[in-house]
Each structure stands twice: as structure tokens, then as C-alpha cells.
């Protein structure tokens, strides 16, 4: 099947699915979307009709959403061993952390990113995450244990998508200085495939 593309922009969570490309050590290719009317051109809306990035086409497979495109891209090279094989036990922590990701923690931070809360118990039970407290503390939880990566020793791609969110909540001081995530960012930073991605998109957008 032909290499991938990868559609980004250096300022954008592109930067979380070009970390995933490079920790896979695949041939992609990369092609730049610029804001405004190339984004909202009907070419890149025919990739992506929500005139957002990233996406990646494999062949004729157009996938869309972070967590999407890296769940994709670990099963579709398989040999990268950025996914647990399905019917494994480590199947379902994965999955549940890559939602987890997708769903609670990215709502709580736009969120808290916009200055919003809920207001009474009640809103907050209508929300997908509860409250940011509620999400920092499954986290810290999760990666007080002892444990490296997510799913324990094993990096995948539940790292790069989840480990991505935690690094830019710290960086904008969206989450909770934890010691937990604090020492978890800091594995990944220095993992060579993250240098690599962040020395090519700091390039990109020259900074």
C-alpha cells in the first residue's frame, strides 16, 4: 500500500499525529495546509469537510480526529508495535485510554482553556468529564503507580495521544503541576522520535 500523507499545519495538533509518524519510522509524505481559504477550499474539504487539520490519506483511506489517525496508523503497521494485538489483555486499557484522551480529558481542557466550569453538581453531571480535578486525578492515579507508559513498560500510541494533551496542558498551565505528569512529559520530550517531530514542525513554522 502507498507511503501516507500526512496534511498539517506546524501550529495545529498536527504536531501529535507527526510525533506518532515518527515514532513509527515509516515513509510519509507531508503535505502543509495553511489557514484560511486554503483550508477552506473545496480540495482540502474533499480530505477533510471539516476544514481542519491533520488528516492522513493511506491509499484510498482518508482518516480524520487525532486519535483516530493514530489507532489507524498502529494497526495498519503492525510491525511498529505502537499497538497491543487485538485479543490481548492490554487491548482494553489501551482503548480505554486513547477515548479517555479523546473524549474526557480534551473536553475538560478546551474547557478550562475557555475559563468554563459547571456551575452545580448537577451540570457536571451532565458532562462528559465531570470536572478537570476529577480527570488530573484519574491521571495522576494512573501514572503514580510506578509505571513508565500508560500501559506500563510498553510506549504505544495511547502515549502519544494522551502523553500529548498532558505536555500542552502543562505547557499552558491548563492541568495541575503534578509530579506524576511533570515526570511522564519528561520521558517523552526526551524520547528521539518527539525531538525529531518538534525540530521538524518548529522548522515548518519558523520558530
Known amino acids: 500500500m502507498a507511503q501516507p500523507v500526512?496534511?498539517?499545519?506546524?501550529?495545529?495538533?498536527?504536531?501529535?499525529?507527526?510525533?506518532?509518524?515518527?515514532?513509527m519510522g515509516i515513509d510519509y509524505t507531508t503535505e502543509i495546509v495553511a489557514y484560511g481559504p486554503e483550508m477552506q477550499s473545496p480540495r482540502y474539504?474533499?480530505?477533510?469537510?471539516m476544514a481542519k487539520v491533520p488528516a492522513i490519506r493511506h491509499g484510498e483511506i482518508v482518516v480524520t480526529e487525532g486519535a483516530a489517525i493514530c489507532a489507524y496508523l498502529a494497526d495498519a503497521f503492525p510491525?511498529?508495535?505502537?499497538?497491543?494485538?487485538p485479543g490481548t489483555p492490554e487491548r482494553g486499557p489501551y482503548y480505554r485510554w486513547l477515548f479517555f484522551g479523546a473524549g474526557p480529558l480534551e473536553q475538560a481542557m478546551v474547557n478550562a482553556g475557555f475559563g468554563w466550569k459547571a456551575d452545580s453538581p448537577q451540570a457536571e453531571g451532565r458532562l462528559g468529564y465531570g470536572t478537570m480535578e476529577r480527570v488530573c486525578n484519574t491521571l495522576d492515579k494512573l501514572l503514580s503507580d510506578g509505571r513508565d507508559y500508560i500501559l506500563?513498560?510498553?510506549?504505544?500510541?495511547v502515549d502519544v495521544y494522551v502523553g500529548s494533551q498532558i505536555a500542552w496542558g502543562l505547557q499552558f498551565k491548563i492541568m495541575d503541576k503534578r509530579p506524576s505528569f511533570s515526570n511522564y512529559v519528561e520521558?517523552?520530550?526526551?524520547?528521539?522520535?518527539?525531538v525529531r517531530a518538534q525540530e521538524l514542525d518548529d522548522k515548518l513554522a519558523g520558530t
Open 6 to 23: 500526512f496534511y498539517t499545519n506546524p501550529m495545529s495538533r498536527g504536531r501529535v499525529v507527526r510525533w506518532m509518524l515518527e515514532e
Open 45 to 49: 474539504r474533499a480530505v477533510n469537510p
Open 79 to 85: 510491525a511498529t508495535g505502537l499497538a497491543p494485538k
Open 152 to 157: 506500563g513498560e510498553q510506549f504505544s500510541a
Open 187 to 194: 520521558r517523552l520530550m526526551a524520547r528521539p522520535a518527539m
